[in-house]
Structures are given as structure tokens and as C-alpha cells.
């Protein structure tokens, strides 16, 4: 697959990965705009091809209590405003056909969440936007049945598709992520690796979801040497008080690190 296909990512002659990254839900303008600042200073840094992420709303809950956003308009409004101010691309999940349209507004890159992976109206209506569909491998499907999801996108005459993988059900309460599955689905699209949400272990007794952060540097090496193309993180400065998500995000202060390892790591695998 082309990456060149896909306009909001513009590589350097480093040939880095690309980097989906921020936090898991837009909480308001104030940390939108310190979590992007961060990672904008990063990537440019680093010359990693980067793309902003912030959910406008967050549609999979455990609970009904549980952070769902500030308002549709006000979140979109806000992803608007990081991609003006630091001239980089966005990319938010939808979760209806109406959302499609909508989000298309205001953001380059539309997310199909994992559960919504075979939902045919949602990922067509994604598609007829003009704008990139990253669709996220569902957490029961195969590398293999990725290629009619893509399909779904480019059959609409819409070549900008690319596949996330957050991993696979093992058990009722943690993922897997299976690395024979990244060239298998790099036939089809670019692939990414969701490093954060791999590590996710849902359907707790407490109706809110856990994680092992302390794996998020071993998953994203992992996928580096596994050939991935992307790598999507979700980060926040105050993990422990993020309204969605705080427990399988990566602290923001630890991202330079990690993105230097990386990218270190990226130079060696490019020579093979």
C-alpha cells in the first residue's frame, strides 16, 4: 500500500513511522492545547509524521455514569483549533453515519471504533466524507477479514484507508495483540499499532476498564521491529485524573523518551 495515498501523512527522508497520539477524550481546550503543544514540539523534533487524537465523544461505555464529553460541537471546535494553531492534522472516531459528516468539519482523519469494525452504513458513510478512514481491527476479527473492511472504504472510490490493531479478546479481561497479523494486513493498508488500548483490560467488576502501562514501551518496540507502519498512543499529563481512559494512557512527561528509543530502533529495522 502507498503510503503517499494518504495526504495527512508526510514523510521525511528518515522514513520514520507516523504517530497518532493525544489524549483519549477532549476535556477542554486548555489541556487539548498543552497536550498538543507537547507532542507537536516532539515530532518536529524527532521528524516523526504526526496527527493529533482526541475523541469529541466517547459513545463505548462500561457505565452510564461513566465521561461521555464536553459537547459535540465544543470538542470539534476545540480539534479545529489545535490543527490551526500548529498546522497538524486530526483525527477523532465516530460512531454513527451522522457523526461521519459532522466530524468531517472539523477533522482530517475519521476512526471507526473497533466494535463498529463491520458496521457496513457507518465505515461507507466514513469513506464518502473524502476523508481518511482508520479503521480499528475489532477486537473478534481476523487480520485476514481486515481486507473487506478496507474494501468497504476504497470501493466507494476512496483510496485514503488504514487499519489500527488494539489487539484481540484473550479471555474476558485482557487483549492479545498477534504480530503475525501486521504483514498479512499491510497487503490491504498501512497498519498501526494502538499500543495504549492493547494493554487495556476491559470488562472489570468495576465497570471501569484497566491497563498495564508499564508495557507501553515494550508494545510500541514490538511493533516497530514487527514492521508496523504507525503507532497511535494516548497520552495525558494527569493520567490518574483523565475522565476516560487514565489507566492504560502513557504519562505525558515519558513520551520524549519512549519516541527517542523508537525512533532510534526505527533506523535499525529500516536496514533490514
Do not use: W
Not at 495526504?7 to 483519549?24: E, H, M, R, V, W
Not at 459528516?101 to 466514513?126: G, H, N, S
Not at 492479545?176 to 504483514?183: A, E, L, T
Amino acid at each position: 500500500m502507498d503510503l503517499n495515498k494518504i495526504p495527512q501523512i508526510k514523510y521525511t527522508d528518515s522514513q520514520n513511522f507516523f504517530l497518532l497520539a493525544g489524549p483519549c477524550a477532549i476535556e477542554g481546550e486548555e489541556m487539548a492545547m498543552r497536550i498538543a503543544e507537547h507532542m507537536v514540539t516532539l515530532t518536529n523534533t524527532l521528524q516523526i509524521p504526526y496527527i493529533f487524537k482526541g475523541s469529541f465523544k466517547k459513545a463505548n461505555r462500561s457505565r452510564l455514569d461513566s465521561f461521555t464529553g464536553i459537547g459535540d460541537e465544543k470538542a470539534l471546535k476545540i480539534l479545529r483549533k489545535v490543527s490551526e494553531t500548529f498546522e497538524v492534522p486530526t483525527v477523532t472516531d465516530i460512531h454513527t453515519e451522522q457523526d461521519a459528516a459532522m466530524a468531517a468539519e472539523y477533522v482530517d482523519v475519521l476512526q471507526i471504533p473497533a466494535f463498529l469494525a463491520r458496521q457496513t452504513d457507518l465505515v461507507v458513510a466514513a469513506a464518502e466524507t473524502g476523508k481518511t478512514v482508520n479503521i480499528k481491527k475489532g477486537q473478534f476479527m481476523s487480520p485476514e477479514s481486515m481486507k473487506h473492511a478496507v474494501n468497504k472504504v476504497t470501493e466507494t472510490g476512496n483510496e485514503q484507508a488504514i487499519i489500527t490493531d488494539r489487539g484481540t479478546m484473550f479471555g474476558y479481561q485482557d487483549m492479545i495483540v498477534d504480530f503475525r497479523g501486521v504483514p498479512t494486513m499491510k497487503q490491504f493498508a498501512p497498519v498501526v499499532l494502538d499500543v495504549t488500548h492493547s494493554l487495556q483490560q476491559p470488562n472489570q467488576s468495576s465497570g471501569v476498564t484497566g491497563g498495564r502501562p508499564a508495557l507501553i514501551g515494550t508494545m510500541a518496540r514490538a511493533g516497530i521491529a514487527a514492521g508496523v507502519d504507525g503507532l497511535f498512543i494516548e497520552t495525558h499529563f494527569d493520567c490518574a485524573n483523565a475522565k476516560s481512559d487514565g489507566a492504560n494512557m502513557l504519562d505525558l512527561a515519558l513520551m520524549k523518551k519512549l519516541l527517542t528509543d523508537l525512533v532510534a530502533l526505527k533506523g535499525v529495522v529500516n536496514q533490514f
